[in-house]
């Protein structure tokens, strides 16, 4: 079965610091790879995609991730990070059949002035 | 592009009672809709799937008679949780599927339940 892992419940940085938010993938064959972001008290916004045309996506609000195959990761990073990127995030893989999405646990991201 | 909504945002019921949480797409066609339930603190748990004009799909576990979702177009689904209880206060999140992205789903602001 497809399985999504997000080490780190709780990632704490301070501002201006490189955020790295770790994800790793379960299916064999190639994946879809989504990265999410939720707010307190609403839905999730994509950040970005992976869809096998390049192993580097770069997303919304300044944040990129890198597919690498030999580790089955995809982590997110963004080089200086920002108060306002303080939300939960959740990486997820899509299947090809049914459309669904399996999301990983999520990861708190704090930002310390 | 890609606008999803939900209806009520927030709802407050007495037990016994059912609620109606309506899911839209507001500019395209969704051929298939996600359920989610979200607990405090954790990941989204899939609760079922819905495909326009046929029956959903529900994930093991999740009582169909308890959650009924319809799908009667191609730009609404409506998850009813019948005979609420205490223990189904949560936060409902909608997405839906376009058919053309790449498994991509539009996230709904998400419902945010709360039966006394």
């Known amino acids: 079965a497809q399985s999504v892992t997000q080490l780190g419940s709780h990632v704490s940085v301070s501002e201006g610091a490189l955020v790295l938010l770790r994800c790793n993938y379960s299916?064999?064959?190639?994946?879809?790879l989504f990265w999410y972001v939720q707010y307190p008290n609403q839905g999730l916004q994509l950040l970005l995609k992976y869809t096998s045309a390049a192993t580097l996506v770069k997303g919304i609000n300044g944040f990129e991730a890198e597919f690498k195959k030999s580790e089955t990761s995809f982590h997110l990073t963004k080089p200086s990070a920002h108060m306002s990127d303080a939300a939960e995030y959740f990486c997820a893989e899509g299947s090809s059949n049914t459309g669904k999405l399996i999301f990983g646990q999520g990861t708190t991201l704090q930002v310390k002035p | 592009g890609a606008v999803v909504s939900q209806h009520p945002s927030r709802v407050i019921c007495k037990s016994g009672t059912s609620v109606k949480i309506e899911c839209r797409s507001l500019d395209f066609q969704a051929t298939t809709m996600f359920w989610y339930r979200q607990f405090p603190k954790q990941s989204l748990m899939l609760m079922a799937t819905?495909?326009?004009?046929?029956?959903?799909?529900?994930e093991q576990g999740v009582e169909k008679d308890k959650f009924l979702i319809n799908h009667a177009s191609l730009t609404l689904s409506t998850l009813t949780v019948t005979s609420a209880h205490p223990e189904d206060s949560s936060f409902y999140i909608c997405s839906a599927r376009d058919g053309q992205g790449l498994n991509e789903q539009f996230f709904g602001p998400g419902t945010r339940l709360t039966v006394l």
């Open positions: 819905s495909n326009e004009g046929s029956k959903a799909t529900y």
């Open positions: 299916s064999s064959v190639p994946p879809y």
